[in-house]
């Protein structure tokens, strides 16, 4: 299952729509907007795990923290904790701002809505993006002690099917 999928289905309708409104946006639109930020983020994950120490860090992450909020609470998606969260999220995903930067401006720029916008949105649908791994990882049984033992090539592999978004849009789209 990959990343859009389990957020469609595990609250991401409610986490949309939080995300809307937030954002002052239709519901249509951000989950466009969602699906179209999806790929770069998971793009971003992939390409971390390669690094040295990178797939220990998102396991322990992923076991430790308490990602899965996001969707079971999506409420939380409004709180400036969160924003928080997804900027650290994106530090550690696309590496700095200007790559942040430029996600966001071809993002407004297909969509037709404010950079401004996106760019506020990008640490939101971060922090959701993990909410979703941790959800899935959580129910391949990683836990704080799989993270770093054998246990952890296992959740490895059903998480890289969910790192591999081809057709987020589509997939949130049908959300709305």
Do not use: C, W
Not at 70 to 90: K, M, Q, R, V
Not at 146 to 166: C, N
């Amino acid at each position: 299952m990959s990343l859009a999928e389990t957020i469609a289905q595990l609250g991401g309708r409610s986490a949309v729509e939080q995300v809307a409104k937030q954002f002052g946006l239709p519901s249509s639109v951000t989950s466009q907007a969602v699906g179209m930020l999806l790929p770069s983020l998971s793009a971003g994950i992939a390409k971390n795990t390669q690094k040295e120490g990178g797939l220990g860090s998102l396991l322990s992450a992923l076991a430790s923290g308490n990602h899965s909020q996001y969707l079971e609470e999506p409420e939380t998606l409004a709180a400036t904790s969160t924003t928080e969260d997804g900027n650290n999220i994106l530090g550690h995903v696309l590496g700095g701002k200007d790559a942040s930067r430029a996600v966001a401006s071809t993002v407004a720029g297909v969509l037709g809505i404010e950079n401004d916008t996106v760019k506020k949105m990008l640490p939101v649908v971060a922090a959701l993006a993990m909410g979703g791994l941790a959800k899935q990882a959580k129910s391949a049984g990683l836990s704080k002690e799989s993270a770093s033992g054998s246990g952890a090539t296992d959740v490895l592999g059903q998480l890289a099917g969910m790192i591999d978004v081809k057709d987020a849009a589509s997939i949130l789209g049908k959300l709305f």
